[in-house]
């Protein structure tokens, strides 16, 4: 995104580009990990709130902590399913919504091409003296 950018909007666009990446993992560590959270309690013993407590509570039985167990396991094993449909969907609706066949416009150079995009070692070159 922030490559494409026009050369005074290059800042915004890479502060939107890292804003937007640093909400899409706040939100899904905070949904998935919740998700996780939400099964072990559902399926687990419910004697204690984790698996470590429920091992260690005198006098249960055998069964419970291999419940406990069991439960825990099933939350990532939940969440890389979900995860993984999402990541097949979304892709599927980024490839839906990419624009086919889209050029620069007349007098304006490709991404990459000429003075206004410069690759990464170009400008570091620039920048640093960096060959």
Known sequence: MAATARGEWAGSAAAMAETSNEIGNVLGIALLGSLAALIFRSLGPDLAPTLNETAELPGVGAAAPAQAESAF?????AVAVVAGLLHAGLGALALR???????APEG?????EGSGGAD???ALEGVRGVR
């Not at 396991?73 to 094993?77: D, E, L, N, S």
């Open 73 to 77: 396991m099933a939350g990532p094993h």
């Open 97 to 103: 919504w990419l624009p086919k066949g889209r050029t």
């Open 108 to 112: 304006q150079a490709e991404p990459g």
């Open 120 to 122: 990464a070692s170009q």
